[in-house]
């Protein structure tokens, strides 16, 4: 993804600071991205399972 090597080229001032959340057009969930020891990470699921009653039954609590 074009904007989340940008995101991760910036030379921030305190890196460990900044999360960029990112939602494709096709989807229903942000993918989380931050910079841990001057790389990029991503920390949030690739592609959670929507259709997963136990994940919706918690995600309010």
């Known amino acids: 993804m074009p904007v989340v090597k940008h995101f991760g080229s910036l030379a921030w001032h305190n890196p460990n600071a900044v999360q960029l959340f990112v939602m494709d057009q096709e989807e229903s969930f942000f993918r989380v991205w931050m910079i841990r020891?001057?790389?990029?990470?991503q920390?949030?699921?690739?592609?959670?399972?929507?259709?997963?009653?136990?994940?919706?039954?918690?995600?309010?609590?």
């Open 37 to 41: 020891n001057s790389a990029l990470r």
């Open 43 to 61: 920390y949030a699921p690739s592609s959670p399972d929507e259709e997963d009653e136990e994940f919706w039954a918690t995600a309010g609590s």
